[in-house]
């Protein structure tokens, strides 16, 4: 027989660095959207627009991974979850 090589705490760890991940994207997205919005209180004109496109590109693009990176995090707890059981047993 085999013998497993595993840890649940490594797995735990990993998932919380990468719930530690999808908060700072959160946390950035939300201070590049006050910026541009601060920005806007003295600046409105075509620039500012092209700015604002900018930005939201940019937002777009820290938002696109958290869908996958919410996944590995569910995967990474049923590993977790199952090693457990298994380790247990």
Wanted: aromatic share 4%.
């Amino acid at each position: 027989m085999s013998r497993v090589q595993g840890s649940p705490e490594i797995l735990a760890q990993i998932a919380e660095q990468i719930k530690k991940v999808i908060h700072g994207l959160e946390h950035t997205i939300n201070s590049l959207s006050t910026a541009y919005r601060i920005a806007g209180n003295g600046w409105n004109d075509s620039k500012y627009i092209q700015l604002g496109e900018a930005v939201n590109q940019a937002i777009r693009a820290m938002k696109s991974p958290v869908p996958d990176l919410q996944v590995a995090i569910q995967k990474i707890k049923k590993m977790e979850a199952d090693l457990l059981a298994y380790l247990a047993s």
